[in-house]
């Protein structure tokens, strides 16, 4: 089954998704289910600590769309 990259966008399949936290947990993030989405193992990890509302600016300066 493929789903969509919460952070990217482009098809995601179950095998390489990742669980990442909105909000992350380093600044105060939890794991219940409206703080989590799935993504992709490098934009998770190019997102970092980053909060929602920082995301987009840093999402371009890292070269995604």
Request: with cysteine; aromatic share 2%; proline share 5%.
């Amino acid at each position: 089954r493929m789903v969509k990259c919460s952070l990217c966008g482009k098809q995601l399949s179950l095998d390489e998704a990742t669980v990442d936290h909105i909000i992350p947990k380093s600044l105060g993030g939890t794991n219940i289910p409206e703080n989590l989405q799935l993504a992709h193992k490098a934009c998770n990890k190019a997102k970092g600590n980053t909060l929602p509302e920082e995301l987009k600016k840093n999402w371009l300066r890292i070269g995604n769309t």
